[in-house]
Structure formats: structure tokens, C-alpha cells
């Protein structure tokens, strides 16, 4: 109800000034205890127990400044980033823009970033309580951007839950190219090799794929110790949309990425056999999409671009949503009803 009150003085702003005014108050706020979910919605993913599969998805939390106050409002699991190996600008603004009249967003923000130095120090000092993942990328410039990878895990990888590789991102040019056969490879080798930690390390792909991407994908997931894949980041697609701002270029997300979104991670489930874990991402607005997104093989579910819309309380209201949606199916934890439609 407060959001609602306060969602017009924030949509008055530019999304990317309005972005920062919320970082910049969440900052400041009074730290909430975590919440005391349904024990039926906790689950044990690579390794980790998930108090909720509702989480945020990185893009939010650039920066690592306010993990702690977003699992006090209702996440299950935060991810922050992505974070660079060197501070970087990102592209020139406006590079941010809500697409109101389909409650989506398209961004060309370009991983920028403080640098994981900065981050590294800000969740050194804090209490490891909840899960906090650590989104990877390389630098725009970089003259080696699998070393950056390598090197991301080493630094990161002991004040993180989880480590996620994203190639994914359509906004750094050539970026999505490690997806590619060999490069892929070579890439999850350096990381694997970069593994001292122990720390899961899950992989973030986009929804832009052609047939046989996902088997192969897969293929070299599992034969370098992926613990994970994320499905999926923004789209480069443009589904017919009705905002002025449906040409800008870079990534599109929220509710016109849901059925593609849906589809990709429906195509993995198949790749994966129901053998690696997968989190579902792109167009989740309410119970019903996480469930559906579940029942089709997801162990976990992120959202970020609903929540410009309904506010920060939708976590907790997607887990309430959920638990009365695993009552109906009389199933006794959520871990049962993961691919439960999936075939």
C-alpha cells in the first residue's frame, strides 16, 4: 500500500535517477530481522538452504550495498552485481527506461559498477546471515575477459553464497560470444580452475538461443562442475510492444519476456533431464508465474522488474502465494512440485 502512495513521485523521476534514490534509501533504513517463512518453501539447492525460492535477481544491487535490507523484505535469496573486476561507467544515459504500458523494462546499462574491490569490502564486513550470490562479469575493455572471469572467482568467491558467470548480458559487446561452443568451454575450465573456495558457481544464460544451444550448453556445464544454470537474462527479441520506448535498444525484461522466458527454461529442463538445478528468471509477477515456472523444473525463481511496478513487498507476497498453491496440490514441500508438469 505504501509503494502505491509513493509509486508516482518515484515514476516522476527517470528510472535510472529513481534506481539510486532507492539504493540510497534502503541504505539509510533501520536493518529488518529476516523473515520467518513457511517451512514448506525451504529447500536445499547445490548445496545451500533456501529459506524461500523467491529471490532477487541481480541488476538490482549493483554494487553490494543493500543485500541485507532486501532480504528483510522478503527475498529468499539476494543477488547482487554484476560486478567487474575494474570499476566501470557503463554506457552513456539514458540507458534505463520503464516501458509502463507493458510492464517491462529495457536497459543498456553495460555492468556499471564501483568494481569488485569496493563490493569485496562491503560484504567482508557484513554478518553472513541469509544467501547472498555474487554475480560475475568481465570488463567492456578487458584484453582477456575469460582471465577476468578466473580471477572474479578468486576474489569473490569467500564473501559469496553463490557465484554467477554471466555471459548473458546483451549490453557489453561480444559478451554473449562466450556462450559459443570452444569459448564456453575454455571459459568454465579457467573457472572451474579458479574454484579454491568450494563456493557453487551457477551460469547465466540468455533466452536468445537456436537449436541445439541448450544441449551443448548443458553438456559443458555438467562436464565442468556448473552447479546451476540461471534461464534467463534479458532479450534482444522485441515481441509486439506499446510504449514509446519499444525501439531503444538493449535488454527488454519483464512481462513480455515471460512465455520466451518460459520456453527457454522448459527447452533446459528437457537438456538437463532433471539432473542440474535450474532458476527461472524474466517476466515473474506473481504465484501463479512461480509456480508455473517450478512446476516446469525450476528449483528457484528470481525477479527484478516486477517489483518496479508493485514495489519490494511482492517477494513476500509471491511466498505467501506459493504456499497456498502447494496446499492445494497436497504436496508437503516445494521440492516436490520442481518439474512436476515438465513430462
Request: neutral net charge; charged residues 20%; hydrophobic residues 45%.
Amino acid at each position: 500500500m505504501l509503494y502505491k502512495l509513493l509509486r508516482p513521485f518515484a515514476f516522476a523521476l527517470d528510472a535510472e535517477t529513481a534506481h539510486r534514490a532507492t539504493i540510497c534509501a534502503l541504505s539509510l533504513a533501520p536493518r529488518l530481522p529476516l523473515p520467518a517463512f513457511a517451512p514448506e518453501l525451504a529447500s536445499e539447492v547445490a548445496g545451500l538452504r533456501f529459506p524461500s525460492p523467491v529471490g532477487l535477481a541481480a541488476g538490482f544491487d549493483k554494487d553490494a550495498e543493500v543485500p541485507d535490507a532486501m532480504l528483510g523484505l522478503g527475498f529468499g535469496f539476494v543477488e547482487v552485481g554484476t560486478l567487474t573486476p575494474e570499476p566501470q561507467l557503463g554506457n552513456p544515459r539514458p540507458r534505463l527506461f520503464r516501458l509502463k504500458e507493458d510492464r517491462a523494462v529495457i536497459n543498456r546499462m553495460g555492468f556499471n559498477n564501483q568494481g569488485q574491490a569496493a563490493a569485496l569490502d562491503r560484504l567482508s564486513k557484513r554478518d553472513r546471515r541469509g544467501v547472498v550470490g555474487v554475480n560475475i562479469g568481465a570488463n567492456k575493455d578487458s584484453a582477456d575477459r575469460i582471465a577476468d572471469y578466473a580471477d572474479s572467482v578468486r576474489l569473490m568467491g569467500p564473501v559469496a553464497d553463490y557465484l554467477t558467470v554471466n555471459v548473458s548480458s546483451p549490453n557489453t559487446p561480444g559478451l554473449r560470444n562466450l556462450q559459443a561452443g570452444g569459448e564456453l568451454v575454455e571459459l568454465l575450465a579457467a573457472v572451474r580452475d579458479a574454484r579454491t573456495s568450494g563456493v557453487p558457481v551457477f551460469l547465466k544464460v540468455a533466452p536468445d538461443l537456436e537449436t541445439g544451444d541448450h544441449e551443448r550448453i548443458v553438456r559443458a556445464a555438467v562436464d565442468h562442475g556448473i552447479d546451476a544454470l540461471i534461464v534467463s537474462n534479458t532479450t534482444i527479441s522485441r515481441p509486439p510492444l506499446k510504449s514509446p520506448y519499444a525501439n531503444e535498444t538493449g535488454g527488454l525484461s519483464g512481462r513480455p519476456l515471460k512465455a520466451l522466458a518460459l520456453e527457454q527454461l522448459r527447452k533446459f529442463r528437457v537438456a538437463t533431464g532433471g539432473q542440474l538445478p535450474l532458476i527461472a528468471a524474466g517476466g515473474i509477477e506473481n504465484g501463479h508465474d512461480a509456480w508455473e515456472r517450478i512446476t516446469a523444473g525450476a528449483s528457484l525463481v528470481q525477479l527484478y522488474s516486477a517489483m518496479v511496478y508493485e514495489g519490494p513487498g511482492i517477494a513476500r507476497r509471491i511466498a505467501e502465494e506459493l504456499k497456498v498453491l502447494l496446499g492445494v496440490s497436497q504436496m508437503i514441500n516445494i521440492s516436490e512440485a520442481v518439474g512436476s508438469d515438465a513430462g
